[in-house]
């Protein structure tokens, strides 16, 4: 997910402090759930709206648009203020980048003449780094650059086990933020921590050496969603199914901590796979009922929840 935030004029991006009224905030150009999750302001929503990356732009683009956080959101009546920094490891995007992105930002028809504040539920990095907007050693810098940690060396990472404590909970997820926004914030409300893969610190490893560092814990949750779609050959209709590393790390939690320690939720219509038998699949509903089933399962693994 990331936050677009347009402006009227660039002078409004000079400074650290942007002003805009609350009915246009996390309304216009956003989905009825993003808004509705983000509706309040509260102390979370506004945690989690700091953690995406933020595109500022202007109306018409004007100039280029830049890229970096927000790092401070305080609602004053009918009005609310951003307090934002640029990522200096990051270029700007050039006139036209946004509408070059059009399609794969979802952009509004007329969005782009519009001052407001849309949280968009697409994978910004991946968008740019296909676009050729940013190299990945650029976004290398900038993660790293706001997740501070030792050097340590790669071979030597990659033979340390993370100790895990007694309340991690390791999610599993793919592209739909809102699941697992949702799922994390289930997880601390029930006293636990929720270990979320790209949010800790690589120290010079690979993806399947950070798995092993941080799967090291006592039960794992997947999240299946609708992120890709698939079909059997000379089959004219396609199903949702979950992104390959989702089915990879669910395999790997089984083989790693057991099937009684690992949770499958499913959200929405996703092909599930059929050759993990006796593995229950809690389908993540409106109602909230798969709380409960995830609560239950946790106790069995011996969680005091």
């Not at 997740?147 to 309340?167: K, Y």
């Not at 941080?214 to 890709?228: K, M, P, Q, R, S």
Request: proline share 3%; aromatic share 8%.
């Amino acid at each position: 997910m990331f936050n677009l935030l347009i402006a009227y004029t660039e002078d409004e991006w000079v400074g650290d402090e942007w002003r805009i009224e609350r009915s246009r905030v996390a309304i216009e150009y956003t989905t009825n759930d993003i808004s509705e999750r983000y509706r309040e302001l509260d102390e979370t929503a506004i945690s989690e709206l700091k953690s995406f990356p933020c595109l500022f732009a202007v109306e018409h683009e004007a100039v280029a648009t830049k890229i970096g956080y927000i790092t401070n959101i305080l609602v004053e009546g009918g009005d609310v203020s951003v307090g934002f920094e640029f990522d200096q490891n990051l270029p700007e995007l050039p006139q036209g980048a946004l509408e070059n992105m059009r399609q794969e930002i979802e952009l509004g028809k007329l969005e782009l003449y519009r001052t407001h504040w849309a949280v968009k539920d697409q994978p910004l990095w991946d968008i740019l780094l296909s676009k050729e907007y940013i190299t990945s050693a650029q976004l290398e810098a900038a993660i790293s650059a706001r997740q501070p940690f030792a050097i340590v060396p790669a071979e030597e990472a990659a033979t340390t086990v993370s100790t895990g404590a007694a309340d991690d909970v390791f999610i599993v997820h793919g592209q739909d933020e809102l699941a697992k926004l949702e799922m994390a914030e289930f997880v601390r409300s029930l006293g636990l921590n929720p270990i979320i893969l790209h949010q800790q610190a690589n120290l010079g490893m690979t993806i399947i050496e950070k798995i092993e560092h941080y799967a090291n814990v006592g039960f794992g949750i997947v999240l299946y969603t609708e992120c890709d779609e698939g079909r059997r050959r000379g089959e004219l209709s396609a199903r949702y199914r979950a992104r390959q590393n989702v089915v990879f790390e669910h395999g790997y939690l089984i083989a790693r901590l057991g099937r009684q320690r690992v949770a499958a939720v499913v959200k929405g219509s996703v092909e599930t796979p059929n050759d993990i038998s006796g593995v229950v699949y809690v389908a993540m509903d409106i109602e909230g009922e798969w709380k409960n089933a995830i609560r239950l399962e946790l106790r069995s693994a011996k969680y005091p929840v």
